[in-house]
Structure formats: C-alpha cells, structure tokens
C-alpha cells in the first residue's frame, strides 16, 4: 500500500515570534483496520500508518501513536510554538515500513 | 419439588440478568487491563484533562473528538465498545504550547471514549465522554 498517499498540512506562511499557531495535518490511507472481512468472508489484512510526529528545527512538537481505530485519511490537529524562523518537518511511518514526509517553512518576524 | 412456570420464568429471568451482566464486563475490562498498562496501578485522579466529542454521532466510522490536557506530557484514548480498546496515543514536545489535538477515530457502537493523562509530576488523570453510535464503524 504505498499508492496514492498524498499528505496534506496547513501551516501559516508567517507568525510572531513565540506565537502559538495552529498546524493541519491530513494524509490519504485507507487504514484498513484488520477487522473487516472480504466477499468471500477471509479477515483482510490490518494495514495503517502507526506513527505521526512533527517537528520544528529538530525539536519535537507532538508524537502520535495509531491504532487500528483511527479513521481513513488520518487527519489531525495541533497547536506548537515558533521561537524563530525554521522548517516543521511532518512524518508518518506506515505498516509496510513506507516513510512519508513533508516539510514546510514558516518566516517568524 | 416440582416446577410450576412461574418459578421456570424466574429462573429464566435471573439467568438473563446474569447472561447481559457478564457481556459488558468483559469489555469494559479490557479497557481497565490497557489503562493499568499504563498507569501501573497507580491512582488516577481528575483534574484538567478533557474530553470533547459528540453526543450522537451518526456514522462510527469518523467520530470528531479532541482532547485537551494542560500539564500533561502524554495522553491515551481508549474506546470501551470497541473489538480492541486501544485508539490514539499523544505525546507532546517541549513546542506544544497548548497540549491539545484533535482527530478522527472510529467507534463500533455505542460506548465511552476514555483518555488517560499522565502529567508532568507522574500523576494520572482521566476523563471520559459518551458517544451514542448510530451506524457502526468496523465493518463485519
């Protein structure tokens, strides 16, 4: 399962320093739950994104641990603290051992 | 001594009791196994830890909660009525400045969301919210 897994984060382009801002993160996966069964009544094999951090400069801003019950299309929602001008860095570590990133810059004025 | 039908239906009654008894237990339990995972017996209090979510959420597939925990370094929802009670755990960094987030979980009916905080000085919190599932969210 490593097709078409598209991560999506808003991040404001700008802020103040030692603002609180707000970060939307969403990535497409079906996180199948390894519940459902198929026609033929056979378990289909659990398959999801079991981990999401994000980072500002190297240091970490949340750390996120799925399970199986999290919807399709992982969405969430956080706050963090810009110091300074930098780079967040999104990361999610899939079941099959696939890593998506994503990063975005903020200028702190 | 012989059986009339009214004793037959009190038995039958009891036996009902007993049988729907037993059914919630046993999950609510597994829940209760999960969170002393967590805290290691230790004593869970109150305190500022939240948890929204709707009252009636019509599809189970995507149920909207957030939590909010000032003070808490991680947090651990868990869903009661589900086949595996464990759903989310958070850990916030030192740039979390609100140590709250929200997401989408999937709920299979009818039950509690209960999250567990663990704080900054060790101590535990918990807090729950009831969700009344209409169409439930993990499949057959």
């Known amino acids: 399962m490593a097709s078409g897994v598209k991560p999506r984060v808003k991040v404001p382009k700008t802020a103040a320093a030692g603002d609180s801002i707000t970060i939307k993160t969403l990535i497409s996966h079906k996180m199948e739950s390894g519940q459902r069964k198929d026609g033929d009544g056979n378990l289909i094999p659990r398959s999801i994104i079991n981990r999401f951090t994000a980072d500002f400069n190297g240091e970490n801003v949340i750390d996120v641990t799925l399970e199986p019950a999290i919807s399709t299309n992982p969405y969430f929602q956080f706050d963090a603290t810009v110091p300074e001008s930098g780079e967040f860095k999104f990361t999610w570590y899939d079941d099959d051992g696939d890593v998506y990133e994503t990063a975005k810059q903020i200028s702190v004025s | ?140």
């Open chain 2, 1 to 140: 001594m012989q059986l009339t039908r009214r004793d037959l239906l009190i038995m039958g009654s009891v036996g009902m009791a007993t049988a729907a008894l037993g059914v919630t237990p046993a999950l609510a339990s597994l829940t209760d196994d999960e969170i002393a995972k967590i805290t290691g017996g230790a004593e869970v209090g109150a305190g500022d830890l939240s948890v929204t979510a709707p009252e009636i959420a019509e599809n189970g597939n995507t149920v909207p909660i957030e939590i909010s925990a000032p003070g808490a370094t991680m947090v651990a929802v868990f869903a009661d009525g589900n086949p595996t009670p464990n759903v989310v755990t958070f850990k916030f960094g030192p740039l979390n400045p609100t140590h709250a987030a929200s997401t989408r979980i999937r709920l299979a009916k009818t039950q509690n969301v209960v999250a567990i905080a663990q704080m900054e000085d060790g101590s535990f919190q918990k807090a729950s919210a009831n969700v009344k599932v209409t169409i439930g969210g993990c499949g057959g």
